[in-house]
């Protein structure tokens, strides 16, 4: 089973940038990044597929976060651009999805980290 460990989370002011990173203990062809805000299910942000990287991004995100990977260190990274309030929660990544499964369907992941929290005040 691929272990997941996050870093990167802080606390800051709207308008600001972190990376998040994802060091993962193998390679695992998908690997996606979910947020939880309290009290809210947990949701896709985005997701990775491939040695190359084809990205894939909610909606909401679109524009402001950038997912990456460096397949030689195991770690995929997720850059968050112009951060809003709404982007507050706890941050976790995934990997190892089932056939078939949708990038942002959290019961189509079978490894998460333990996760990162993220706090963006205005």
């Known amino acids: 089973q691929v272990q997941l460990m996050e870093s990167g989370g802080d606390s800051v002011q709207a308008g600001s940038s972190l990376t998040l990173s994802c060091r993962l203990s193998?390679?695992?062809?998908?690997v996606g990044w979910f947020r939880q805000a309290p009290g809210k299910e947990r949701e896709g942000v985005a997701a990775?597929?491939?040695?190359?990287?084809?990205?894939h991004y909610a909606d909401s995100v679109k524009g402001r976060f950038t997912i990456s990977r460096d397949n030689p260190k195991n770690t995929v990274y997720l850059r968050l651009d112009n951060m809003q309030p709404e982007d507050t929660g706890v941050y976790f990544c995934?990997?190892?999805?089932?056939?078939?499964?949708?990038?942002?369907?959290?019961?189509?992941?079978?490894?998460w980290g333990q996760g990162t929290q993220v706090t963006v005040t205005s």
């Open positions: 995934a990997a190892a999805r089932r056939p078939g499964a949708y990038w942002s369907d959290v019961s189509g992941y079978t490894s």
């Open positions: 193998t390679y695992s062809t998908h």
């Open positions: 990775i597929s491939g040695a190359v990287g084809d990205p």
